[in-house]
Structures are given as structure tokens and as C-alpha cells.
């Protein structure tokens, strides 16, 4: 039972361009979202959050953008740059669940010259 | 300091081997927790530890054993694994359990069960 998706496993975008990544749920109960990001050998690093009171969370380069109607959340990077190649996993978590990350399937984004 | 170190990188092991995985942090965090990653998977949860006593376990065997002698320590022990669980160990520590803040991730311990 995968609650947390990522349909996409790979996506290739030019430099400068927008990535965006997709990431749906199926848990009503998550109420806070993540984004990491991972190199090969390398733990995953924390890039991004979001609450389910708000619908939108910049951070420099990044933004994450929440529907909860639609159980769906994005990751847009924009400009993309070569070192932003990795993998991406969203994760979701819910008040009361002990900090218990789930986390999605991930997307290997390579972002190309 | 704000780095979750782990050791060793790389672990070979027998199936009749006992060996042990740690895991530090000096950034004062409450919660640590370990993670089994296995290629082209994300990362699954095994144990969370807060103030330093376990608070959840998923339903991981008992040929894992965790154990968090202090704050900032976290160590795996492992006995008679199966090859089946060869895979990346990730730590991972958050400042607060009791409520929602980023956890950082160590480099993790690659293990091999032969």
C-alpha cells in the first residue's frame, strides 16, 4: 500500500528551465509534506516544507505548491541548474504520528546543458 | 555542527556474524531514528527513538536491535541477518518528536549480508 506516489521515476529538463515534480497521497491524514533531495551515496537532504494550512512555500529557487482537494503536491525548481541532478522523494507525515516520515517512490530529475 | 555521522560506510557480513551500525549527532536533537533503504526504493522507517526511548517499531525482526545509550548516539545491532536485508542503513535525527521539523540523514551504512 504506497501512500505516497511519484509517477514519474525520471524527468530530464533543460538548464534554466522550470523542473517540476509531482508527488499524490492517499492518507486524509497527512497534514505535513517534505521534499528531499538525494545524490548517489549520500543521505537525503531536506530542501522544502509545507503545511496543510497553506497551499504554497517558496524557499529561494524552490517552491512547493499543495492541492488537498486533489491529495497532490509539486516541486518546481526554477532555473534548473546541472547540480539540482538527483533524486527527489516527497514525503508526508501527520500530527500525532511521532514524526513518522512516509516517503514517496522518488524521481530522478536530471537537469542537462 | 550540524552533520549526522555514520559507521562504518561499507559492511560485509556473514549470516552468522554479529555486527553493529552507529550513528552520532551534536545538534542537540531529541529524536533519531534508522532507516532501511533498498536500490530504487525510498527509505523505510524501522525505529524512531524519543528521549532516548523507543517509541515506534515497525513490526522490524528481532534480529535487529536498536539502542540509544544517549542523547546523541543511536547504535543498530544486528544478528543472523539474511541476505534479503543487504541494503543502505540511513540515521536520521529531528530536534523536536513531538511535533513536525525536518530530519537530517546521515550518509549512511551499506551493508552486504552474504
Known amino acids: 500500500d504506497q501512500q505516497v506516489k511519484q509517477n514519474s521515476p525520471s524527468l530530464s529538463v533543460q538548464e534554466g528551465r522550470i523542473s517540476i515534480l509531482n508527488c499524490d497521497y492517499t492518507?486524509?491524514?497527512?497534514?505535513?509534506f517534505l521534499w528531499y533531495k538525494k545524490y548517489p551515496a549520500e543521505g537525503p537532504t531536506f530542501l522544502i516544507s509545507?503545511?496543510?494550512?497553506?497551499d504554497k512555500n517558496e524557499d529561494g529557487r524552490f517552491t512547493v505548491f499543495l492541492n488537498k482537494s486533489a491529495k497532490h503536491l509539486s516541486l518546481h525548481i526554477v532555473p534548473s541548474q546541472p547540480g539540482d541532478s538527483a533524486v527527489y522523494f516527497c514525503?508526508?507525515?501527520?500530527?500525532?504520528?511521532?514524526?513518522?516520515?512516509?516517503f514517496g517512490t522518488g524521481t530522478q530529475l536530471k537537469v542537462e546543458l | 555542527d550540524t552533520e549526522v555521522t555514520q559507521t562504518p560506510k561499507h559492511l560485509v557480513m556473514g549470516m552468522t556474524n554479529k555486527k553493529s551500525l552507529k550513528c552520532e549527532q551534536h545538534?542537540?536533537?531529541?529524536?533519531m531514528y534508522w532507516y532501511k533503504q533498498k536500490a530504487k526504493k525510498p527509505p523505510e522507517l524501522m525505529f524512531v527513538?524519543?528521549?532516548?526511548?523507543?517509541?515506534i517499531n515497525e513490526s522490524v525482526p528481532s534480529r535487529f536491535s536498536p539502542e540509544c545509550p544517549n542523547s546523541s548516539l543511536l547504535n543498530l545491532h544486528l544478528h543472523a541477518l539474511q541476505p534479503e536485508d543487504s541494503a543502505l542503513y540511513l540515521c536520521?535525527?529531528?530536534?523536536?518528536?513531538?511535533?513536525?521539523?525536518?530530519?537530517?540523514f546521515g550518509p549512511g551504512t551499506r551493508l552486504t549480508v552474504l
Open positions: 536520521a535525527s529531528s530536534q523536536d518528536p513531538g511535533s513536525y521539523n525536518e530530519q537530517f
Open positions: 492518507n486524509s491524514m497527512f497534514d505535513y
Open positions: 509545507i503545511s496543510s494550512i497553506k
Open positions: 514525503a508526508a507525515t501527520f500530527t500525532g504520528g511521532g514524526n513518522k516520515l512516509t
Open positions: 545538534m542537540g536533537h531529541r529524536a
Open positions: 527513538y524519543s528521549y532516548e526511548k523507543l517509541s
